[in-house]
């Protein structure tokens, strides 16, 4: 059963409403969209118009979805009924609880994992592109499905992400390992759809790539390279994030290539593997002498670059010296002070 003509004018206001007053994505966009035909269908099913809505139907909603979801699907549902009433502007007030998102279990593959990938997807030049770029790039899987040809700089290593989220702009690096991988499949790239000529990641049909390609490609690759862990496209950045850490680059680095806004999101990517933790491990007691100091004090700058300071700061949960939260304030501390002026700190007290 399809929406009335009411309810279809009402969703077109609000496609409307994001598009220009919001600024939301296609995705996004569609998401929402088909968060609402589900509210609407659910008030039909209930004898109610949207007109009729207040608390007490928007609370039994809840409770029905609370029962019927899964606790991950309740963060879409409530961001969008907030946008949506906000929008009808009704004179009623309408409480939604709130709904944390819950904490994902995002543990990164490590390189050997990775490699185990790339190895398995060698004689699909399709495959080994999609992977390596999402990877070395660190992109989003709605950018990589986005982009176009020309958006590949072979000559500087690099792609232009035009449509990031939040509709932002940004150029990110990539390998010259990575840049080849996108030539191959260049080379044997079949004709497209007519209008999907400039698209760089075909699907089967020939068009632009579906999210559900991606994570097909992704997940079977995964499976094919014997990984036991969950694997799926988001995880590709998770652990590009967590890698570049590791490799010693600081938050600010690795900000301008993923594209986060905050710095506090960025780091709640960077994942605690068992490995990494052996390797702290190693380096503290390894020699099975006694220390004094898990970290040596070093010598001091009087002068030390805010980005060197973060450095050390991350570096130190990594080694687990301080917890998530501890890096956030001390990350927001460094941000404040470095925008006043120089810093003067001694290392080893942060």
């Known amino acids: 059963m399809g929406n009335?003509?009411?309810?279809?004018?009402?969703?077109?206001g609000y496609i409307n409403y994001l598009k220009l007053r919001r600024g939301n994505s296609d995705s996004t966009i569609r998401n929402e969209t088909r968060v609402l035909k589900r509210f609407f269908k659910w008030l039909g099913e209930n004898g109610t118009e949207i007109g009729e809505i207040n608390q007490e139907i928007v609370d039994k909603y809840l409770i029905y979805c609370r029962e019927k979801y899964a606790r991950n699907s309740l963060v879409p549902i409530t961001i969008t009924l907030r946008k949506f009433f906000a929008l009808m502007e009704k004179?009623?007030?309408?409480?939604?609880a709130a709904v944390k998102a819950p904490n994902r279990e995002k543990q990164a593959l490590t390189r050997e994992e990775i490699k185990a990938m790339f190895k398995s997807a060698e004689g699909n030049p399709l495959e080994t592109a999609v992977l390596k770029t999402l990877y070395y790039s660190g992109m989003r899987e709605n950018e990589l499905i986005s982009l176009d040809i020309r958006d590949v700089d072979f000559d500087r290593?690099?792609?232009?992400?035009?449509?990031?989220?939040?509709?932002?702009?940004?150029?990110?690096?990539?390998?010259?390992?990575?840049?080849?991988?996108?030539?191959?499949?260049?080379?044997?790239?079949?004709?497209?759809?007519?209008?999907?000529?400039?698209?760089?990641?075909?699907?089967?049909s020939k068009k632009r790539m579906s999210p559900y390609h991606v994570w097909k490609i992704v997940t079977e690759t995964g499976a094919k390279a014997g990984v036991t862990k969950k694997v799926y496209p988001h995880l590709m950045r998770v652990c590009h994030i967590t890698h570049s850490i590791e490799a010693g680059l600081s938050p600010k680095e690795i900000q301008v290539q993923s594209g986060h806004h905050d710095i506090g999101t960025l780091m709640g990517y960077v994942q605690h593997t068992p490995e990494r933790i052996r390797r702290s491990y190693e380096r503290a007691f390894g020699d099975n002498e006694p220390v004094d100091n898990a970290v040596p004090r070093q010598n001091v700058n009087p002068e030390m670059s805010n980005e060197y300071l973060k450095k050390i700061a991350t570096q130190k949960y990594l080694l687990g010296e301080i917890n998530v939260n501890e890096l956030h304030s001390m990350l927001s501390t460094l941000e404040e002070k470095g925008n006043k002026g120089?810093?003067?700190?001694d290392p080893s007290y942060i």
């Not at 120089?342 to 700190?345: E, G, L, V």
């Open 4 to 12: 009335t003509p009411e309810e279809e004018e009402i969703l077109q």
């Open 91 to 96: 004179d009623i007030e309408v409480k939604v």
């Open 157 to 204: 290593l690099q792609i232009t992400i035009k449509h990031g989220k939040g509709d932002r702009y940004r150029i990110v690096n990539i390998t010259s390992d990575c840049a080849e991988a996108i030539k191959r499949w260049l080379q044997v790239r079949p004709k497209p759809t007519e209008r999907y000529e400039d698209v760089l990641f075909l699907s089967p």
């Open 342 to 345: 120089k810093i003067h700190a």
